[in-house]
């Protein structure tokens, strides 16, 4: 497969957060040189920042800054890992935050990880999506997963779903509607003809519940595995945008029961 970095015709600028210096911006410069997409900071960088920052007020709030010591955070398709180096500011010393991108990536996030030099154990490791986690395991399970800017090049869609399930591969059957690492999910919709199609699949093994907050065209959810049976069969890459069986799902009421309590009637 082509590097899915560095699409035809691709003229992407540096992105400017509040906090960048104009040095910060000439090396994502360089990045996108040396990395192309991956180089940049992509948009819903900002909203995440926001969201995984002590205090913020954001519905429901981050469980990520809020739930218990040790957490073993997995992001994928990191890049420059600004928003999880972020909120790795916030974590104790014995969380773990592990950074995955593309092999040939793996240079940039090491970069980024050194650069934070934060008293926490940050892992760059590689991931590409479809590809075996077996090295991940030490790491297993996850207490959550952060996608950033994820959703944008439908030919990729099976691939990511793919590794999703298997981060999320259940130990054991459960009693409860939902299991598994928490999924922190935050995207800016460009093209929602074509991103459709993800969500479409992804509602088919996962609950999507939007968090509510910032001010931002991005959006944010906090998604979870719906519950499995004995039927439950990992699908194959080939097949995996069609469901598998043995999921029981169940219905998601957050942006409804939202909408409602912000109507005036
Ligand atoms: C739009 S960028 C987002 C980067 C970063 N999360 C951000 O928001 O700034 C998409 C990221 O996904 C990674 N990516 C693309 N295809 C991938 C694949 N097949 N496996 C793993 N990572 C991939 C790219 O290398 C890039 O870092």
Not at 89 to 114: F, G, H, W, Y
Not at 162 to 173: G, K, V, Y
Request: aromatic share 10%; glycine share 6%; proline share 10%.
């Amino acid at each position: 497969m082509a590097d899915p970095n560095f699409p035809p015709n691709l003229d992407i600028a540096p992105l400017a957060l509040d906090s960048t210096h104009s040095e910060d911006q000439w090396l994502q410069h360089e990045a996108i040189q040396q990395y192309g997409i991956a180089g940049r900071i992509w948009h819903a960088t900002e909203l995440l920042m926001q969201y995984f920052t002590p205090g913020a007020s954001f519905d429901p709030p981050c469980s990520a800054l809020l739930t218990p010591s040790p957490k073993r955070i997995i992001e994928l398709g990191s890049g420059q890992s600004v928003a999880s180096l972020h909120l790795a500011k916030s974590l104790a010393p014995s969380d773990t935050l592990i950074l995955t991108d593309l092999p040939n990536v793996m240079p940039l996030c090491e970069q980024s990880a050194r650069k934070a030099a934060l008293p926490v154990n940050i892992s760059p490791q590689p991931l590409a999506w479809g590809s075996s986690s077996d090295h991940l395991d030490p790491h297993r399970p996850f207490t959550h997963v952060i996608m950033c800017d994820l959703i944008y090049f439908p030919e990729l869609y099976p691939a990511l779903l793919f590794t999703l399930l298997d981060l999320t591969r259940p130990e054991s059957i459960t009693d409860t509607p939902t299991f598994g690492p928490e999924i922190i999910l935050a995207y800016k919709p460009r093209t929602l003809a074509l991103e459709h199609s993800f969500f479409d699949a992804f509602g088919l093994y996962f609950s999507m519940n939007p968090i509510i907050g910032g001010d931002s065209l991005v959006r944010l959810y906090s998604c979870q595995r719906w519950k499995i049976n004995e039927q439950w069969e990992m699908p194959a890459m080939d097949t995996v945008m069609n469901g598998a069986p043995g999921v029981e799902r169940g219905r998601d009421f957050g942006y409804i029961d939202q909408l409602f309590a912000s109507m005036e009637w």
